[in-house]
């Protein structure tokens, strides 16, 4: 059995930017979201989050918890951020690595209640994971590619790491990853990621 770690925004599932429009549509009433960012202060605090390059969950969480006329619509953001469609083939590669023993990880820099959120939509996909790694408030919305992300996903695997795969869009997780002896698969497409698990004989 290995290990697989599956991220999850551009692997698992893309963008539904119909969704997005119409959750925006439906939000109401909408002039504090208009009304709110021409205080100068919201750009002030929405560049400290820039350069700490946070979380979509943390955006939603923080500038609801500095600019309280947001507050109402913090469940509008996590929907936002969850307005996803699955990617299909990916998910029937999942499917394939479950049935063949694997055990499965979600590890992504996804906040605590939009993870809750996305298992609420898509709990056919969702329940196919063994556990997961994700953001928290609780420490600071630790993430990739900061090293007590891996450490999180070492606990949670319950493995050695060279015993666990991780897959990702982004190079510098990769990269990181393999500083861990974390063995890893850059996604580009569906049939390329089927092509790369053939390699490592897991499909």
């Avoid at 298992?119 to 994700?134: E, G, Y």
Wanted: hydrophobic share 45%; proline share 5%; net charge positive.
């Amino acid at each position: 059995m290995k290990v697989i770690a599956f991220d999850l925004h551009d692997v698992l599932f893309r963008m539904d930017y119909k969704k997005v429009a119409s959750i925006i549509w439906q939000a109401s009433p909408k002039l504090p979201l208009i009304t709110t960012p021409l205080n100068p202060r919201f750009w002030v605090n929405f560049a400290k989050l820039v350069h700490k390059n946070a979380v979509g969950e943390e955006y939603v969480m923080r500038m609801a918890q500095w600019h309280k006329t947001l507050m109402p619509y913090t469940q509008t953001g996590i929907a936002i951020i969850n307005a996803q469609k699955p990617i299909q083939p990916v998910v029937a590669i999942l499917r394939e690595c479950k049935s063949n023993g694997h055990k499965l990880i979600t590890f992504s820099n996804i906040g605590q209640h939009a993870y809750e959120n996305l298992c609420m939509q898509f709990p056919d996909i969702m329940n196919l994971f063994d556990t997961a790694v994700h953001t928290t408030a609780d420490d600071d919305y630790i993430r990739k590619p900061m090293a007590g992300a891996f450490g999180k996903l070492i606990t949670a695997a319950q493995a050695d790491p060279r015993d666990i795969l991780f897959i990702d869009n982004k190079k510098k997780n990769i990269q990181a990853a393999q500083k861990y002896e974390i063995k890893g698969i850059h996604y580009r497409s569906p049939q390329q990621l089927r092509e790369s698990l053939k390699e490592f004989l897991l499909l």
